[in-house]
């Protein structure tokens, strides 16, 4: 059974004799099954946060848990046109180059030229490396002409998918590119050649329900917010200009709850659809098994409770909190069999982010609960409650 996903892709006019029409388009998806255990899903993240630090990449592991399209609890993945060839690529925001050929070759068509440079990219629990060439892409019904693509030589972590499109900030191509100082991202392109009024990307996900792991139950909106997918308004936050964080989705956190229990009263963090959990400080971390009963599962790596907890958990950026019930921060008993959990217990997606430097990342597991918008042109992020 083919899986579909509507992206919405909207533009406005230019100060140009040429009107550009908003485009949707409905798009196949393939199922990825890249899902190896629990334990290297939570080490993903963790990894990534040791990469946001500064701290040499760990050894990868054999999954990929980045955004995009279908949701398999671990990655959501869209269909990418490169020089006329469809490749499964993972939506990143935490990253921001846009390369191919984790599986299968990736050279340019007749539409597309090497720039001569070399590309080589670590995303903490994997990497690739390769050549640079520009080429036509597609996406969403857009399409860039001359677009910054990284040919895969070699590449680690990445299985069941083809690549990443990236949507972080370009500041993250910077050194990766051998004969550039930093590449335009996809979103990027799109603005500047007035696809797009405003460089924004929205992002809808939707948690899984029952026993499934791979429903198409995503959105990405190129171009501003589709109001369709989210409730009441959206409630906007600065990016960080300073700090680790700020080359990335950066944000402040004004504190963690559990419950009427603060967990900690600030944190800096990133919103990265590229990873699956939820990961707090060390110090909330704990207090939260404390405030919830449990402990660190030795076998899988994950929180768990013999008693289901029963406290919101809450995250609060400014002067809005935003909450997760118990529902939305445990996982499924269905979908245990997939884990490999052990019935009886009680799972969360909330998982130790560490205690120095950026210790928190936003991942898919909050954002398959609220809208969120990554506002380039103002910097800024935005949430609302999904639908």
Request: with cysteine; proline share 3%; hydrophobic share 30%.
């Amino acid at each position: 059974m083919i899986s579909f996903i509507t992206l919405l892709a909207a533009s406005a006019a230019l100060a140009s004799p040429i009107e550009r029409q908003a485009k949707t388009a409905v798009l196949p998806l393939k199922r990825v099954s890249n899902f190896t255990s629990v334990k290297n899903l939570v080490s993903k993240g963790q990894a990534r946060l040791n990469r946001v630090n500064g701290v040499a990449a760990i050894s990868a592991v054999s999954e990929v848990s980045s955004g995009s399209v279908t949701n398999e609890d671990v990655s959501y993945v869209a269909p990418v046109s490169i020089g006329g060839t469809t490749y499964d690529l993972i939506v990143d925001t935490g990253s921001s180059n846009t390369w191919c050929g984790a599986q299968s070759s990736c050279e340019p068509s007749s539409t597309g030229k090497s720039t001569g440079g070399t590309v080589e990219v670590s995303y903490g629990s994997g990497s690739f490396s390769g050549k640079e060439y520009k080429d036509k892409v597609s996406f969403g019904g857009l399409t860039v002409s001359s677009q910054s693509i990284g040919a895969a030589t070699s590449s680690s972590g990445f299985s069941g998918v083809d690549g990443i499109i990236g949507f972080g900030p370009v500041v993250l191509t910077e050194g990766t590119v051998s004969n550039a100082n930093t590449v335009p991202t996809f979103l990027d392109n799109l603005y500047s050649q007035g696809s797009i009024s405003e460089e924004v990307l929205g992002v809808s996900f939707s948690p899984e329900s029952g026993s499934d792991t791979d429903d198409t139950n995503g959105e990405l909106t190129l171009g501003g917010a589709d109001s369709s997918k989210y409730s009441g308004s959206l409630t906007y936050f600065p990016k960080l200009t300073s700090g680790d964080a700020s080359y990335y989705w950066g944000i402040s956190i004004s504190s963690f709850t559990f419950g009427s229990t603060t967990l900690a009263s600030s944190a800096s963090g990133i919103v990265d659809t590229g990873t699956t959990l939820i990961y707090i400080p060390t110090s909330a971390y704990n207090k939260f098994l404390s405030a919830a009963g449990g402990k660190t599962d030795s076998s899988s790596g994950l929180a768990v409770f013999t008693t289901k907890p029963t406290s919101n958990f809450g995250i609060t950026f400014g002067s809005t909190r935003y909450s997760l019930t118990p529902s939305q921060y445990l996982i499924p008993t269905a979908q245990y069999s997939y884990y490999g959990l052990s019935s009886g217990k009680y799972y969360a997606w909330i998982s130790d982010g560490g205690s120095s430097g950026v210790d928190t990342i936003i991942g898919q597991k909050f954002l398959e609960n609220y809208y969120s918008v990554f506002d380039t042109t103002n910097s800024r992020i935005g949430f609302a409650t999904g639908i």
